[in-house]
Nanobody, 124 residues
Framework: QVQLVESGGGLVQAGGSLRLACVASGRTFSRYAMGWFRQAPGKEREFVAAISGSGGTAYYPDSGKGRFTISRDNAKNTVYLQMNSLKPEDTAVYYC?????????????????WGQGTQVTVSS
């Protein structure tokens, strides 16, 4: 069982930046691909970014390229999401997730463990 705890959310003005962090429990963190998803009110949870267990490969949807960067520090059991040039439409609860098959998928169903989420609010 892996427990995930996100932090770093908050209120930021449009154009600003935030860095989210997700700390995982356990000793096998480097075996898991990690993903970030977000869910805005009334919308489905959507893929934001993913990274392979080694950190060597990152995955983004076309809509997120260039503004968001995922990274990880396996020594700290932590995955990060750097978000720049934030827009009001980025407002959502952001979740990290762990995939024990190390696929780095954009599909929610590929992930086995989820954090509780952290709220990001971008004001205009």
């Amino acid at each position: 069982q892996v427990q995930l705890v996100e932090s770093g959310g908050g209120l930021v003005q449009a154009g600003g930046s935030l860095r989210l962090a997700c700390v995982a429990s356990g000793r096998t963190f480097s075996r898991y691909a990690m993903g970030w998803f977000r869910q805005a009110p009334g919308k489905e949870r959507e893929f934001v970014a993913a990274i392979s267990g080694s950190g060597g490969t990152a995955y983004y949807p076309d809509s997120g390229k260039g503004r968001f960067t995922i990274s990880r520090d396996n020594a700290k059991n932590t995955v990060y999401l750097q978000m720049n040039s934030l827009k009001p439409e980025d407002t959502a609860v952001y979740y990290c997730a762990a995939d024990k098959r190390n696929y780095g998928s954009s599909s929610r169903t590929s992930y086995d463990y989820w954090g509780q989420g952290t709220q990001v609010t971008v004001s205009s």
